[in-house]
């Protein structure tokens, strides 16, 4: 095998030409995955349930185009007629999502249908829409699904968001079983204790953060650009052979 054999490295992560759609744009991992795949020549359509002024700005400044696009995805959709607001796009990050706690047996049946909706319907229906669309038009899409450690683990007061996060993944597999051979890949991340509106409790408590921070071997809570990397490498064309995975992104957490 000759140097010619091997393709240009850069190109296997080069995203110029290609339209994402990230849902739970405004802020957290959502922005940080708009602003990795930005960076690697993607424009760019933000879903989000309000304004997004911070987001368009961070993208246009690299030099691409950014698209807001408001949608309540705690409410019933018609997914389709989303993507056809959103336009034909190549990648989609379901990043969207919300965390309620309640102690188990006082757990609402309001706010476990509502973290469900949001956390695992929507996911479902705007991933199932942009798949129509990218086998329609015979383009080598990407559908990345933000999981979580409570994909894998069982949690304390968030049976709603644990349940979710574990169908997530199962819809990650499924999804990529039957899309494989149609050139669109599905694969997850899950990440572990980020700084985040969702962990912000977490962090305001002194108590249960210390014990969070001894678990986790890296010794620090993560940020959203932690999951920048993952995320492009999902999205790019050179991880066409990685389908229905799970990128764990944790500081070691899992491995402990």
């Not at 359509?45 to 002024?53: E, F």
């Not at 690299?62 to 990648?91: H, K, Y």
């Not at 965390?99 to 476990?112: A, C, G, K, T, V």
């Amino acid at each position: 095998m000759t140097k010619t054999d091997f393709p240009d490295l850069a190109s296997l992560f080069d995203l110029t030409g290609r339209r994402a759609l990230v849902t739970g744009a405004r802020s957290g991992i959502g922005q940080a995955a708009c602003a990795a795949l930005a960076a690697a020549g993607a424009d760019i359509v933000g879903l989000g349930s309000s304004p997004m002024p911070e987001t368009a700005a961070r993208i246009t400044a690299m030099g691409r185009s950014f698209d807001a696009l408001e949608v309540d995805l705690s409410a019933a959709q018609d997914f389709d007629a989303v993507l056809d607001r959103a336009g034909p796009v190549d990648i989609l990050v379901n990043n969207a999502g919300q965390i309620r706690r309640h102690d188990l047996l006082e757990f609402p049946q309001s706010d476990w249908d509502a973290i469900l909706q949001i956390n695992l319907t929507a996911a479902f229906g705007l991933a199932q829409a942009a798949a129509r669309q990218m086998v329609a038009r015979g383009v080598p899409g990407r559908i990345v699904n933000i999981a979580s450690l409570l994909s894998f683990q069982g949690g304390i007061r968030v049976a709603s968001y644990t349940a979710a996060k574990h169908g997530l993944l199962g819809l990650t597999r499924a999804m990529s079983n039957e899309l494989a051979g149609q050139g669109v890949t599905v694969n997850a991340i899950a990440p572990g204790y980020i700084a985040t509106d969702n962990t912000a409790a977490l962090r305001a408590d002194d108590d249960r953060s210390q014990a969070i921070l001894e678990r986790i071997p890296a010794g620090r809570w993560g940020a959203p650009e932690d999951l920048m990397s993952a995320v492009l490498f999902l999205c790019a064309p050179g991880s066409g052979y990685v389908t229905g995975s799970c990128v764990t992104v944790d500081g070691g957490w899992m491995a402990r």
